[in-house]
Nanobody, 123 residues
Framework: VQLQAFGGGLVQAGGSLRLSCTAS????????MGWFRQAAGKEREFVAG????????YYVDSVRGRFTISRDNVKNTVYLQMNSLEPGDTAVYYC?????????????????WGQGTQVTVSS
């Protein structure tokens, strides 16, 4: 499975962005997805996860209520809609995939990673 993330950019605080992550290649297993982010000088952290069929989602407390993860399995794409962005959301955002029905918040639980897309929120 190859992942390609895009949609990052520069936005003012309070603005919105939508990240997309498209998967190519095939796996015999269902695939659950996650979004992570890494700010400069900090460790990579979990942001949001979604089950293989979209039936379950989970968010880190700092983004719950502002971000929404979703997926379109026909298009092999997972999205991260980010609203009410704050300067603290500035980071490189990565999508990740794992061949299981459910996500995990642990980055080591993911087998495949996208290249990352930069999100910068100005105050």
């Amino acid at each position: 499975v190859q992942l390609q993330a895009f949609g990052g950019g520069l936005v003012q605080a309070g603005g919105s962005l939508r990240l997309s992550c498209t998967a190519s290649g095939r796996t015999a297993s269902p695939v659950s997805m996650g979004w992570f982010r890494q700010a400069a000088g900090k460790e990579r952290e979990f942001v949001a996860g979604i089950n293989w069929n979209g039936s379950g989602t989970y968010y880190v407390d700092s983004v719950r209520g502002r971000f929404t993860i979703s997926r379109d399995n026909v298009k092999n794409t997972v999205y991260l809609q980010m609203n009410s962005l704050e300067p603290g959301d500035t980071a490189v955002y990565y999508c990740a995939a794992r061949p299981y029905i459910s996500y995990t918040i642990t980055q080591h639980g993911y087998d495949y990673w996208g290249q990352g897309t930069q999100v910068t929120v100005s105050s």
